[in-house]
Structure formats: C-alpha cells, structure tokens
C-alpha cells in the first residue's frame, strides 16, 4: 500500500531562510496589535489621540478652506474687533481676519514648532544619556570623567531657568521660526539625558549586553544595537510629554514678542491681543480661543504622552483608564 501523498514537513531551503524574518516579522505585528490594544483601553489616551489627530487634520488641509489673503492685514474680510457672528464665529481680530482662521492656521505653526523643538531636544538628550550611561558603567577611568563631564552639564543646564534661557538665545540669534525652534531644543533636553542615562544603567547590567561585550562588540555597536533600542519605549513617551512642553514655551516666547512677527501662531495671537488693548477692553473672543487651543493641545499631548507610558510601563498599567 502506498504512502497518502500530500504536504511534508520537511522545510524546503527557500523556508529556512525566510523563516527567522517571517518571524520577526509576526512578533512585530504581534506586539504593535498588543500596544494598539493595551492603547485603545485608556480612555484618557485615546481622548487625547483623538483630539490631536482632528487638530492636525485641520491644521493640514487649512488652505483647502481659508484664502491666505484673507490672513493678511490687507485683505481682511471683516471689521475690527467683530464680535462673534453667523459668519465670524469666534470674531474678528484688530484688522478684521477671522479668529477661527487665525487659530486653525496658528495650529500650523505651533504644532511645527513643537515637534520639530522637540525632536532636537530628544536627539540631544538621548545622545547624551546613552553616552554617560554607557561609559560611566563601562568606559574605565577616561569613561568615567567623560561621564561626569556630560552629566555636569546636563546638571548645569537643569538648574538654569528654561524660560529665562531660551529668551536669551531668541534675543541673540536672528529673529524667525528656526530660531524658536533651537532657541526650545536647546534648553528642554537635561530631563531626557537623565532619565535615558537611568535607563541605560539598567540595560548595560543585563546579560546579552555583557556577552556583547565579550564577543568583542565595541563601544558603537553596544550602544546602537543594544542600548538604543532597549529606551526607545522611554524615549517615545518622554517625546509625547516634550512635544506639550515646547509647545507652550513657543506660544510663551511669540506672546513676548521673540517669534517671527508674521508668522502667525497660537502665542503670536495671544502677543498681537494684548498689544492691540483687547485685554483690558475685555475682548474676550481675540483673548480665550487661542489660550484655550494651546490647553487644549498641550493636555492632549500629555495625555497621549501617559497612555503611551502605561502601557510600556506593566507597573504602571493597573492605574490607566
């Protein structure tokens, strides 16, 4: 009798070598579908997601429903100071554009602003925090002092006050966006350099790093293939915290007057109200909305940046909701 013919299980040379990058491949999708539903659970999370994702879809397809001419001082459509209305829903400013257009297109900038400092502030203080970590546990005598000297100038930079700082840079450097933007990355960083240093002292401690080592790996490949990737999950929730911070340090910095003067963004808003009298005239409609879209877009990022944290962090996820 002959053998049932069908499927073996002997693995064919072309499944041997896509196997392990299959795999890799499936346990991938399979921890992004656990994060995704460990994220979805967190009510607050995905409040802030959700908000953050309608701003941004506003803030991107703003020219395809206001005319920038109409956010010019010259071709304002309205009258100064309107009040709310059918057509100017949250008014008009002291030129007579549109509130709402100011603030959607404001929203542009800001968010720009934020990621962009942000990105330049976690850079720096990743690069920081894995170089101190790395070779204060692992570098001898010359990587202890080069240690020491990062950290004694992440300490230098932490004590300084950050708002008094980041004027300074903004009132020396050419006055613009991209100076706002180095002006925030330069002075947000310390808290990240220390907490990554933390986290890479844990991660140095760990066996598959000490076989490295042993292995002959050098100083760059332990902190790029091993390290690096092991506080990513620290650095992307530090990210999501940051981005709300720089944020309302641009707004601070327009409302006092160091930002492009036309560009628009949420604090230059806030900076052109109070400098036309709205304030003590009580114009509420020039004053409130854009405080309120910085609040707003700051506590979603911050929330976003909670959620994220919960679920990487296992302690800390009976607490999320």
Do not use: K
């Amino acid at each position: 009798m002959s053998a049932p013919t069908g499927p073996t299980d002997t693995p064919t040379t072309d499944d041997v070598v896509r196997s392990p990058r299959a795999l890799a491949r499936a346990r991938r999708r399979e921890a992004l579908g656990r994060f995704a539903r460990a994220y979805a659970r967190n009510r607050a999370g995905m409040f802030g997601l959700a908000s953050l994702l309608t701003i941004g879809v506003l803030a991107l397809t703003a020219p395809l429903f206001i005319d920038p001419a109409h956010l010019t001082v010259t071709g304002a459509p309205g009258g100064s100071l309107e009040p709310p209305s059918a057509e100017f829903p949250l008014g008009t400013d002291n030129f007579g554009r549109s509130v709402l257009d100011l603030i959607i297109w404001g929203a542009r900038v800001s968010l720009t602003v934020g990621l962009l400092a942000t990105f330049v502030s976690v850079t720096l203080g990743t690069l920081a925090g894995i170089t101190a970590g790395h070779f204060g546990s692992s570098g001898g005598l010359a990587g202890r002092l080069v240690s020491s000297v990062i950290m004694r100038v992440t300490d230098w930079f932490l004590v300084l006050p950050t708002l008094v700082l980041a004027v300074a840079l903004a009132a020396v450097l050419p006055r613009g966006t991209g100076t706002i933007i180095l002006a925030i990355g330069l002075t947000v960083w310390p808290p990240t350099a220390r907490l990554v240093r933390a986290q890479t002292l844990a991660v140095e401690a760990r066996p598959f790093v000490e076989r490295a080592r042993a292995l002959g790996g050098g100083h760059a490949h332990v902190m790029g293939w091993h390290v690096l990737p092991n506080v990513m999950p620290v650095v992307l929730a530090q990210t999501t915290l940051l981005v709300a911070t720089s944020i309302i340090a641009e707004s601070t910095l327009a409302f006092l007057g160091m930002g492009d003067p036309t560009t628009i963004s949420w604090g230059g808003i806030l900076q052109a109200a109070r400098t036309s009298g709205a304030i003590s005239a009580g114009i509420w409609w020039y004053i409130v909305p854009p405080g309120l879209a910085i609040a707003v877009v700051a506590l979603s990022f911050t929330l976003c940046g909670r959620a994220f944290e919960s679920v990487m962090n296992p302690r800390l996820r009976g607490g999320s909701g």
